[in-house]
């Protein structure tokens, strides 16, 4: 009775542990970054003088390309907008590849952000390239990788084809909840 009493509250366990593993982290952006990474950066910001000290832009591309490794490997959820590295341009603009990033038009009309502000997405499957300015969410597991050239130095990577288009009001409701 007893190794049963003790197989059954072993059992209850891994599947209780088992079901918390598989839940996704929403992530804020910011998590993303390491603590410190911008240590250097004065509290009042970045004046124009700064963009002409090669030591300071130096500094800020080396923090780019920190990652937080408290993350990596967790199941995530990422809310941002589709960057597409290639589309078909056929019937239905389908895309494998995308670039997330935190605002709508990065890459495009600015300058891309830090590597560490960037998440290079494969899909399983080809899906339908989203409109620049639609949000998104995007869930799976965070990996780190050396800068990928071909994606504008991004270190990060999710591998998925769980991609949800959300309302304008549901990201400013989470980017809103993600300043707090």
């Not at 907008?81 to 935190?102: C, K, S």
């Not at 830090?114 to 639609?134: E, F, G, S, T």
Request: proline share 7%.
């Amino acid at each position: 009775m007893i190794k049963r009493l003790f197989c059954f509250f072993l059992i209850f366990f891994f599947l209780i542990s088992n079901s918390f593993a598989k839940e996704n982290f929403i992530l804020n952006w910011n998590k993303l970054i390491p603590l410190n990474a911008y240590d250097f950066v004065p509290e009042t910001g970045i004046t124009f003088e700064m963009w002409d000290d090669k030591n300071f832009v130096k500094k800020l591309n080396e923090a780019g390309l920190k990652f937080n490794k408290k993350i990596i490997g967790k199941s995530i959820k990422l809310y941002g907008f589709m960057v597409p590295l290639e589309m078909d341009y056929h019937e239905d603009l389908i895309v494998n590849e995308f670039i997330l990033v935190p605002s709508a038009g990065m890459c495009i009309h600015v300058p891309p952000p830090p590597p560490n502000q960037m998440v290079l997405i494969k899909l399983d499957k080809p899906q339908k390239a989203r409109y620049m300015y639609q949000p998104i969410s995007v869930e799976g597991i965070l990996k780190n990788t050396p800068p990928i050239k071909d994606s504008f130095d991004s270190i990060y990577e999710i591998n998925t084809n769980n991609i949800i288009n959300i309302d304008n009001d549901e990201f400013i409701r989470h980017f809103e909840e993600s300043q707090k």
